[in-house]
């Protein structure tokens, strides 16, 4: 993961088992924020969700070229989607541009390449993770990363993201150079 917290504390003897979000509780729980949610309640939504197929199916869709954004719920402090890849689909390398953010996936196998950036010495790959069915990973802001589904994992995957404040233009990078540019990543639908 991008961003290491471990918030998968063994629960003593006595404590109270942690809830289980399904999706329409998550955006209960989102639309009820007056605030920007930190990273760590951002994990402790993905690591406590329970959500079914049924829930999922409003917003799964894929097209060929690009993986798919679908928004399921946006307040001024922090947004949901399900995003929809086929083998092969990945982000470009972005940060989040002063955002924080969690993933959960729900289907297939995610890929994720981390990496620094040094003014002199330009983007600098930093490490490569690959993320099961049911893991929850994470970006905070400073974070460089590139997510995707694999082009040999012969299946397709499903993701839930949650970002706080909403994603607005991201930066992206090019490995080996030091060039930034701006990216607007595609309108939800
Ligand atoms: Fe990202």
Redesign the pocket.
Known sequence: MSTYLDTTDAIEPGEVTPPTFSLPALVEALESQTSAPTLEQIYFWLENADVSAEELAPYRGFKDGNYWRHLVCRNDFVEMLVLCWRPGQR?PI?D?NGSH?GVRVCEGNMWETTFTYDPDKGLEYKSASEYLTGAVTG?DVPDI?Q?GNPDVSEQDMVTIHIYSPPLGVLHTYKPGSATIDLYTPPDPE
């Open positions: 982000t972005h989040h953010g970006s990363h997510l």
